[in-house]
C-alpha cells in the first residue's frame, strides 16, 4: 500500500513538472503550436508565476537569500483558490522548496520573493507597491494599468491566451534584474534592459 502511494506521488509530481514546462512552452514561447488540453486560466497564471522565480535575479543582500523556502505571496483576496498550492506547492526554485503564502499588509511580506497583488487592492496600491519594491519583491498582477502605476509583471489577455508585460524600469529600481529569455516572451518591455542576463 505505501509503496502504491510511492508511486502515484512520484507520477503526479512528475505530471505537475510536465504541465509547468508545457504550460511555458506554449503560452510563452510558441502558443501557436501548442494544443494540449485546455489548463484553466489560474493554472497558466500558476506556472507563469513558478518561471518568473526561475527568470528573475535577486540582489545577494535581499534578506530572502537568507530563507529556507521559496516563497510566493498572494495579496489580500485569493483568486487562485487551491491552484497554486495544487500546481506549486512541491515544486523546487532556486534550490529551495517554493510556498505558498497569503498576507494582508505590506509589513507580512517579509520573505516574499514574488508577490501577487489582486486587484482589491486598487486603492493601496501605491502603498503596497512602495514597500514591496523596497524590499526587493517581484510584483505581479492582473490589474488595469499595474505597470503605468509601478507594478513590474501584468497578466494580460491577448487572443484569450495569457500573456504578461514587463517593466523593466521598476524591476531595476528594485534591484531586480530581469533575464532576456523572460523579455523575449513577454508581449510588451517597459524600459531598456542595462547588462541583460
Not at 7 to 36: D, E, K, N
Not at 140 to 158: A, E, K, N, T, W
Amino acid at each position: 500500500m505505501k509503496r502504491n502511494s510511492r508511486l502515484c506521488y512520484s507520477a503526479y509530481r512528475l505530471w505537475i513538472r510536465g504541465l509547468i514546462a508545457i504550460l511555458w512552452l506554449c503560452f510563452a514561447a510558441a502558443p501557436a503550436i501548442c494544443q494540449v488540453g485546455t489548463p484553466s486560466e489560474d493554472q497558466v497564471k500558476a506556472a507563469y508565476l513558478y518561471n518568473f522565480g526561475r527568470y528573475i535575479k535577486w540582489p545577494p543582500t535581499a534578506a530572502t537569500d537568507q530563507e529556507r523556502a521559496f516563497t510566493i505571496c498572494v495579496f489580500s483576496e485569493d483568486p487562485f483558490g487551491a491552484t497554486l498550492d495544487a500546481e506549486l506547492s512541491r515544486q523546487v526554485l532556486n534550490g529551495k522548496p517554493v510556498v505558498i503564502k497569503r498576507i494582508g499588509k505590506p509589513q507580512d511580506a517579509s520573505g516574499c520573493r514574488i508577490a501577487f497583488i489582486h486587484m482589491a487592492q486598487n486603492d493601496r496600491l501605491q502603498e503596497i507597491l512602495a514597500s514591496l519594491n523596497q524590499n526587493s519583491v517581484l510584483t505581479v498582477s492582473d490589474m488595469p494599468d499595474f505597470l503605468r502605476r509601478g507594478g513590474m509583471i501584468q497578466f494580460v489577455l491577448h487572443d484569450e491566451r495569457v500573456r504578461f508585460e514587463i517593466n523593466l524600469t521598476t524591476a531595476a529600481s528594485a534591484r531586480l534584474t530581469v533575464s532576456s529569455e523572460l523579455l523575449k516572451v513577454a508581449s510588451s518591455v517597459i524600459g531598456k534592459a542595462q547588462g541583460r542576463e
